[in-house]
């Protein structure tokens, strides 16, 4: 079995993918860096969302495995003292168990090109203004929903959900909803303005537009996950759910809602 083991660069990360690698050779596993069918990650979910970046022209073909040197993650399910068991269930190799999660298409037209740009985001991409307010219709399948203005706006997946959208008051979807989810950054209500004021979830067969007016576009920037693909003024942006998908070599199933309040809950004190 082709496999890479793709790290951060903090110390511990360092140490286990070392360790790792050790672990794999002497198993015989072939260690690769271009086509491999296994992708490890050791860091954190940052850490995973670089290795999908990297590996996102081969989704049909490759399954992600996320070891965390941190926190419980929600792309890493493994910790750094568990690599045996880790090697030893990509030994018992199960393809059945695979487990995937639905992506965010981003389809770009930039100013002066007619040609749609795609990318493709595993947690969510935004729309901002920097130094104004960010003015932009925002079209529901093709129909006029409301006119924003405010700081921006943020497209999540539902494994997204905990991420960005969260910290700007979206709601947390289930990974198995196929689903998509718009949320406002700091939208400006008013007599004049007025937007829904609440993140909406929009069903598989839908599509959202956004068509930024174009006044201020030399100043907005449109991230895809960590990125921020190019530095172009931008028309008009489609979000929909891809049709690919990222998959997870499913050897250990950890329950999304045990996932959710682990990292942001915790340790609860009852009466
Ligand atoms: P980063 O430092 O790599 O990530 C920021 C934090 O978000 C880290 O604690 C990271 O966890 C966590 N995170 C990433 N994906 C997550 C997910 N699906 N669910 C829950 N937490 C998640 O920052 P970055 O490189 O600029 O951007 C990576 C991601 O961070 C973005 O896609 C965005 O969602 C998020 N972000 C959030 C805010 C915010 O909440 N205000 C601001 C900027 C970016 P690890 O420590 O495990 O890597």
New binding site residues.
């Given amino acids: 079995m082709r496999v890479t083991v793709f790290h951060n660069s903090n110390s511990k990360s360092l140490r286990t993918a070392a360790d790792l690698e050790s672990k794999l050779k002497q198993q015989n596993f072939e260690l690769v860096e271009a086509n491999p069918e296994i992708v490890i990650t050791i860091?954190?979910?940052?850490?995973l969302?670089s290795a999908f970046h990297k590996y996102a022209h081969m989704l049909d073909r490759v399954r992600f495995v996320g070891v965390?040197t941190?926190?419980l993650?929600?792309?890493?399910d493994w910790r750094d003292y568990e690599l045996d068991e880790l090697v030893a269930s990509l030994r018992r190799d199960d393809n059945e168990q695979v487990i995937s999660y639905p992506l965010l298409d981003v389809g770009v037209r930039y100013a002066g090109d007619n040609a749609m740009n795609h990318y493709l985001?595993?947690?969510?991409s935004t729309l901002k203004r920097v130094s104004a307010t960010m003015v932009a219709d925002v079209y529901i399948r093709d129909e006029l929903f409301e006119s924003f203005r405010g700081d921006g706006l943020c497209v999540?997946t539902p494994?997204?959900?905990?991420?960005?959208?969260?910290?700007?008051g979206g709601a947390v979807l289930h990974p198995r909803l196929e689903a998509i989810q718009l949320a406002e950054i700091a939208s400006i209500n008013n007599r004049v303005f007025r937007t829904l004021s609440a993140p909406i979830i929009i069903a598989k067969d839908e599509w959202i537009d956004l068509y930024p007016d174009p006044q201020g576009k030399d100043d907005y920037v449109m991230?895809v996950?960590?990125f921020v693909p190019k530095k172009r003024p931008i028309t008009a942006i489609r979000y929909r759910i891809a049709k690919q998908r990222i998959a997870f070599a499913g050897y250990r199933h950890t329950n999304f809602w045990n996932r959710v309040e682990d990292?942001f809950i915790g340790e609860k004190q009852r009466e």
């Fill in positions: 860091g954190g979910d940052g850490t969302l965390h941190g926190h993650g929600f792309y890493t985001a595993l947690n969510e999540s494994t997204g959900s905990t991420a960005y959208n969260k910290s700007i991230t996950d960590r990292a």
